[in-house]
């Protein structure tokens, strides 16, 4: 499984953006997709996922009513709307696919396919 992340970029506070991530390959054995960011010195954190058919999501508590995570099956693309943004969501962004199980899915260790960053920053 191969992704291609895109929509990063610069932003004002308050502002929005929508980043995107297609999968192409053998894309029918992942039951999640996820979105994952980092800066540097700091770990790889969770930011949210989607099951394959789009039927259950999770948020980490810090972005949980700005962001939502959606799914669209015939393009084999995830996509996350960034509403409301603020200096503390600069970081590159990743998306992943992998087949966790459904308490797993929030660690980065449970996706085995990961796309390359795309950096969102946010201006004061």
């Known amino acids: 499984v191969q992704l291609q992340a895109s929509g990063g970029g610069l932003v004002q506070t308050g502002g929005s953006l929508r980043l995107s991530c297609e999968a192409s390959?053998?894309?029918?054995?992942?039951?999640?997709m996820g979105w994952f960011r980092q800066v540097p010195q700091k770990e790889r954190e969770f930011v949210a996922a989607?099951?394959?058919?789009?039927?259950?999501?999770a948020y980490s508590d810090s972005v949980k009513g700005r962001f939502t995570i959606s799914i669209n099956n015939a393009k084999n693309a995830v996509y996350l709307q960034m509403n409301s943004l603020n200096p503390a969501d600069t970081a590159f962004y990743y998306c992943?696919?992998?087949?966790?199980?459904?308490?797993?899915?929030?660690?980065?260790?449970?996706?085995?396919?990961w796309g390359q960053g795309t950096l969102v920053t946010v201006s004061s």
């Open positions: 992943a696919a992998g087949s966790p199980i459904h308490s797993s899915r929030y660690f980065p260790s449970a996706y085995g396919h």
């Open positions: 390959g053998t894309v029918f054995s992942i039951r999640y």
């Open positions: 989607i099951s394959r058919f789009g039927l259950n999501t």
